[in-house]
């Protein structure tokens, strides 16, 4: 193991323990606590969760099954940018799942999931109110109007030229 991954995994229990000093030893409070580590760290490390699952006293595979049975929870850290598809009724109803395919056939992976290079996370969300422009997705917090599998080559093609302006400048 590098000092690297030590050292993150470090900060994380640190991290942790910080937000668990809030908090009393109540298997109640599994779920806000996860919340506010999720909110802090991006995701649900390993580590956060045996730090959790000391603290309330408690094995850590029930704390795992919680972190797995809600999608609101993390287990890979989030990418660079993040792409929600809206499912909701007015989107679905407009091809939302067609899109959510052409996301996932163009990043290559599944909702849930991260690209390997980190750049891209996948997930769907419920309505996110802006029904007259379906089918949304969300990319990077901002809805974007109807995002049919075409228009999903032309958003990933400007993130592909941000990326080489990126590496230019970082030359
Ligand atoms: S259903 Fe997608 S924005 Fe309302």
């Known amino acids: ?8 995994q470090s900060e994380v229990r640190r991290q942790t323990k910080q937000i668990l000093k809030r908090y009393g030893r109540r298997r109640g409070n599994l779920i806000p606590i996860l919340q506010e580590v999720q909110g802090k760290l991006g995701y649900l490390p390993q580590e956060a969760m045996l730090e959790i699952a000391e603290f309330l006293n ?34 679905h109803m407009k091809g939302g799942y067609i899109t959510l395919d052409a996301w996932k056939r163009r990043l290559g992976i599944d909702r849930g999931e991260t690209t390997p290079d980190r750049e891209f996370d996948l ?48 030359q």
């Open 1 to 8: 193991m590098t000092m690297t991954v030590l050292k993150e």
């Open 58 to 91: 408690m094995p850590a595979i029930d704390v795992y099954s919680v972190v797995t049975f809600y999608n609101q929870f993390r287990l890979n850290p989030p990418g660079r940018h993040s792409i929600r598809v809206c499912l909701g009724t007015a989107c």
């Open 123 to 170: 997930d769907t969300v419920a309505c996110v109110g802006c029904c007259t422009m379906a089918p949304v997705t969300v990319v990077d917090d901002k809805p974007q109007a109807k995002v049919e599998p075409t228009k999903v080559d032309g958003i990933l093609l400007s993130f592909e030229r941000e990326r080489e302006k990126r590496s230019k400048e970082s």
